[in-house]
């Protein structure tokens, strides 16, 4: 009998485990469980409306389902039952002989100073999920701007940073809906700062991402904080001197870096009024008035899977090895460090190991895996279901659209469970 391998979570790390995976083993079923009834995670999720190119590796993922063999459960969370999961992680190992959570890290971290409540201050977490039609983010509104100021130097940053400062045309293409692009262009912004703690040297935004925000069609750009220029100079430096003075004069909005600054308090009553920033030696102070402040300082845990626990008590932190039959990967074992390539080699290293304790330590085989899921729970869906939600989500589009994605998962439910002759 093969072994049953369930992989929790359809991210990038699941599905280049289940890739690793397929290939280490030779006498294996991997299922690719998620709490969603679409795969891919943050490709969907998280990766920005208009990259399209980026997410086009589900492509490469899609082979999987389609050639590979690896199954797809969606809709099923996995955690404490008690805070609304379908099944506890217990219950998922007295099923599967090997079962890896590969579940992401979806909270924001805070800055942890006054007024970060306040109204006018949105988290990267969100505000990337609702722009990517999230259903858990389906009911934020974001009223941002005139004057933005964004907390953080980092590739989500400047993701966020490219999308608030595009022009509506500049959205063809993406799979952005209309309602976010009207509401972007609703209360048009004026100035975007973009604040980094770190020297521009050190920031840690790469600057391929930087060198694209001079094509934006109306912005003009102003780099603070820059140190004299040296001949062999680092290439983000010289990438941020390019983007000096670039835009004209009559553009609509002006984006600002600021290097070196460690935001100490965001001032306000109710809403956010200004943000206050000091040097990391206390030496100076500055003060920015602002309405929205959007915080993108990295990412944690959101505590549904005691994560710290798990990885206090592994038999091999850094290996990804929980306990006998339990490992973890991506975001969710090494933090939210990486790009969607990089989890590539930790699932290669991931699929060696898992591949050789199940070597080492042959099991029974007899495990009922997602047979037993398939019983008892009804509401589960599969990778048929997932084709029909992206047949209906790529359906008769305006010419400059890619998707319209649901926002729901009700409305994905109902696609998914159609029947394939009721079409
Ligand atoms: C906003 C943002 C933009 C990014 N843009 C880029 C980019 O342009 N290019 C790039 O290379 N990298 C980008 N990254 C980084 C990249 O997304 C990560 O490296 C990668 O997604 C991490 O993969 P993962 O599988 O560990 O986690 P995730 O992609 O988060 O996948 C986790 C999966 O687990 C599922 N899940 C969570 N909890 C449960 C549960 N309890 N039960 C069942 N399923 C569960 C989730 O639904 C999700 O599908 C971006 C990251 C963010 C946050």
């Known amino acids: 009998m093969p072994h049953k391998i369930a992989i ?58 389609e ?58 977490g969100p505000l990337t999920r609702h722009w990517n039609d999230h259903p858990d983010e389906a009911g934020l509104v974001p009223a941002l701007g005139p004057k933005v100021v964004i907390v953080g130097n980092g590739n989500v940053a400047i993701d966020i940073l490219r999308l ?8 063809a293409g993406s799979d952005l809906a209309e ?17 980094g703690r770190s020297a521009p040297a050190e920031a840690k935004f790469d600057p391929v991402m930087v060198r694209e925000l001079g094509k934006l069609a109306s912005v003009r750009f102003r780099i603070e904080d820059l140190p004299p220029e040296t001949e062999d100079e680092d290439k983000r430096l010289a990438v941020l001197r390019g983007l000096q003075g670039v835009g004209n004069a009559d553009a609509s909005r002006t984006i600002t870096f600021r290097f070196g600054w460690v935001p100490t308090r965001i001032e306000g009553e109710q809403a956010a009024r200004a943000i206050r920033l000091q040097r990391p030696d206390g030496a100076d102070t500055l003060e920015l008035a602002c309405d929205s402040v959007v915080t993108a300082i990295g990412f944690a845990d959101d505590a549904s899977m ?30 939210p460090r990486g790009t969607i390539p990089d989890n590539r080699a930790d699932a290669q290293a991931l699929a060696k190991r898992i591949a050789a304790d199940l070597a080492a330590a042959p099991t029974a085989g007899d495990k009922p895996g997602a047979d037993a899921l398939r019983t008892r729970f009804a ?34 439910l109902a696609v998914a469970r159609e029947r394939p002759e009721t079409r």
């Open 8 to 65: 929790v979570g359809s991210g990038p790390s699941g599905c280049y485990l289940a890739q690793a995976l397929g290939k280490a083993c030779d006498d294996a079923t991997i299922d690719l469980i998620d709490r969603l009834p679409v795969p891919y995670g943050l490709v969907r999720y998280g990766v920005a409306p208009d990259h399209q190119g980026t997410k086009a590796v589900i492509r490469q993922f899609a082979r999987l389902f």
């Open 379 to 412: 509401h589960i869906t599969d990778y048929a279901g997932w084709l029909r939600i992206d047949a209906a989500e790529t359906r008769d589009l305006p010419a400059d659209r890619c998707r319209r994605k649901f926002t729901s998962v009700e409305d994905m």
């Open 67 to 124: 050639r590979e063999g690896v199954g797809f459960i969606g809709n099923l969370r996995i955690g404490d039952p008690s805070t609304g999961a379908d099944l506890s992680l217990e219950e998922l190992r007295s099923l599967y002989d090997v079962v890896v959570l590969a579940t992401g890290l979806s909270a924001d971290r805070r800055l942890g100073i006054p007024g970060e409540d306040l109204s006018g201050v949105y988290r990267s």
């Open 164 to 171: 608030l400062a595009k022009e509506a045309p500049e959205f």
């Open 179 to 195: 309602t976010h692009v009207a509401r972007l262009s609703d209360r048009p912004i004026t100035s975007i700062d973009i604040i």
């Open 306 to 335: 005691d994560r710290e626990r798990l990885l206090i008590d592994a038999l091999d932190a850094e290996a990804g090895v929980a306990a006998p039959g339990l490992y973890l990967a991506g975001w969710f074992k090494r933090g």
